[in-house]
Each structure stands twice: as structure tokens, then as C-alpha cells.
């Protein structure tokens, strides 16, 4: 397959990472573009974060670069991203630069954070209308799907599933990264914050792992949404663009 571009949108510096890790890991390893955008990253707005912006979007860059990803700022404040034209606008922008193959967001139901509903909602419209919005002509694809960053009881119907056995303790492991960053708070420090699980992974020979609290979460989605499906681990998606039923190169990506 030729090198295709995959956007990620999520409101926070991890979200991507959480809700398409999976797939994000496999498109990379197959040598496909990968760009991560973190909306809400205006990092002096968030309690846990203040103080050190500047470090923080040093980090947050270089674990992009290890992951081998793209990773672009909107820099919006921490639950106040407008859900107007103004970010519509400012989002498709970002499309027409990247022309994405397919791109991914979150669920625009997701009851909390809003932050997560608001981006939903933004990116959506963002890719439906950025050419008349801008008005230009830019071909790419409206191939989209919502991710889950937390496992909600409702609102999230996914139609599509990939395996994610293979790159899932590589990827449970990312959101650590991230854990640890939150965990600098300086207004609040823990210094004791680290690891709550050890689990030995029995895949291709064992395999410890240690998990912050994020990382925890998404095995146990990733289990989930694979004995729903028939894989050991696997990572679930809502389809949104119906013109793409039928040949939806998501489940190629993720071969
Ligand atoms: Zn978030």
C-alpha cells in the first residue's frame, strides 16, 4: 500500500494516544504519516500543568518524536474549547495542510470532559466543511471515525474494531508518559505516583509491563472491546462518514 496519512484530533495531550494508540502504532510501523493534534494546549490554563509549559510541550514533542508521530498545537485553554467557527475554522486548516486519508477524533457524546464532546463536534464539522470554509480546493478523504478515550456506558455504538494484540504492550505502556507529566503538578506533588499494575503479558513469549493509571485503563478496554470482537486486544471505532462503508481503508491500515 502507498504511505497514507492518518489524523488524529484529540483535545488533550494524550487522547489520541488513548483512544487510537493501536492503530497509531501499526500505521507507523508500516511507515504511513501520522499526525496527532492536541487541541487544548494552552498548558498555563490547566492547574496541573502550570508552570511548566514550556517543559511540558518539550516532552510532549519529544515523545511524538519516539512514537514516530506529528504532533501539532491548537492552543486552546483546558475545558475551553469553543465550539464555534472561530475553532471549526482554525481545525480546518490543519486539514487542508495534512489532506488526511482518514482522520480520527473523539466521540462528540462523550459526557465528560468537555473538552473531548466540543472536539467532537468541532473536528467532524472541521473535515465536512473545510474546503467551503476556507474556500479552497484541497483533495482528501472524509473518512472518519470516533475513538474512545474512557469506556462510557452509552453513547458510543462502534461498528468497527481492529486488532491491536500485537502492538498493545507497547502501546498500554504510552499514556505512562503522560501519567508521569500530570504527576509533576507542582501546586499538588506526588512524588510516590507511579505504576498501579505489573501484569506479565503471555503473547509472543511473556512480557512484563508496568501501568500508570491510563495505561491500566486501556489493557482493560483493549480486552474488552476484543472479546467483543474475537481478538485477545483490540481497539473500537464509530464509523461516521457513511459514504466510506464498504471500502474503508481503516481496516487496512490495521492489517
Ligand atoms: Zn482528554
Known sequence: MEQKTILAIGAH????????????AKAVR?????????????????????????EIKERV??????????????GYGYQQVPRDL???????????DVRPDITLFHNRFEPSPSDHATVGYIAERAVRDATRLLDTYVDFSQEMYAFEVYPRISQFRPDVFIDITDVIAEVAQWPNYFDEIY??????????????????L??????????????????????????QCGARYAEAYM??????MGRRLLPELAE
Open 13 to 24: 495531550m494524550d487522547d489520541c494516544e488513548i483512544g487510537a494508540g493501536g492503530l497509531i
Open 30 to 54: 508500516k511507515g504511513h504519516r501520522v499526525v496527532l493534534v492536541n487541541v487544548a494546549s494552552d498548558y498555563s490554563t490547566w492547574r496541573v500543568t502550570q508552570g511548566r509549559e514550556e
Open 61 to 74: 514533542v519529544r515523545k511524538a518524536a519516539q512514537i514516530g508521530v506529528e504532533k501539532r498545537f491548537l
Open 86 to 96: 472561530s475553532a471549526i475554522k482554525k481545525l480546518a486548516e490543519v486539514v487542508i
Open 183 to 200: 504527576a509533576g503538578d507542582i501546586h499538588n506533588p506526588r512524588p510516590s505516583a507511579g505504576p498501579r499494575a505489573h501484569i506479565r
Open 202 to 227: 503471555d503473547l509472543h513469549g511473556e512480557q512484563e509491563i508496568a501501568l500508570w493509571t491510563h495505561g491500566d485503563m486501556k489493557l482493560a478496554t483493549a480486552a474488552f472491546r476484543g472479546w
Open 239 to 244: 464509523a461516521l462518514d457513511q459514504r466510506a
